[in-house]
C-alpha cells in the first residue's frame, strides 16, 4: 500500500502565503516524479507543479515567480510554497506521486485525498 498525505491549506487573504506539504509512504521502492494539481469548483482538474527526484522543476504559466516546488527525497516529502497568493488559486490542491513499488517493475500514479486552499480578495 502507499499513501500520500498532505496538508497546510487553509484561509488566506490574496497577496499572502502558504506553504503545502505531502508525504508518500509505504511499500516504496523508486519515485520518479512528485507534484501538485488543483481542481476549481466547475473545472477539470489542472497541473499546478511537478518536480523529479532528481529536482527539475515544471510549473504552469500561471504560478511561475509566485509558486515554488521542492522535494525532500530521504522524507518521500514533496512541498509547494505559494506566494503572492490570488482569488484565482482558490481550489482543491492534490498531491501526486509516479513511482514503483516494491516487487514490481511498473511506475503507477498515486494521489492524495485532496487540500483546500482558498484565497479571499
Known amino acids: 500500500q502507499v499513501q500520500l498525505v498532505e496538508s497546510g491549506g487553509g484561509l488566506v487573504q490574496a497577496g499572502g502565503s502558504l506553504r503545502l506539504s505531502c508525504a508518500a509512504s509505504g511499500s516504496i521502492a523508486s519515485i520518479a516524479t512528485m507534484g501538485w494539481y488543483r481542481q476549481a469548483p466547475g473545472k477539470q482538474r489542472e497541473l499546478v507543479a511537478t518536480?523529479?527526484?532528481?529536482?527539475?522543476?515544471n510549473y504552469t504559466d500561471s504560478v511561475k515567480g509566485r509558486f515554488t516546488i521542492s522535494i525532500d527525497n530521504a522524507k518521500n516529502t514533496v512541498y509547494l510554497q505559494m506566494n503572492s497568493l490570488k482569488p484565482e488559486d482558490t481550489a482543491v490542491y492534490y498531491c501526486n506521486a509516479r513511482l514503483i513499488r516494491t516487487y514490481t517493475v511498473v511506475y503507477a500514479d498515486y494521489w492524495g485525498q485532496g487540500t483546500q486552499v482558498t484565497v479571499s480578495s
Open positions: 518536480i523529479t527526484s532528481y529536482g527539475s522543476t
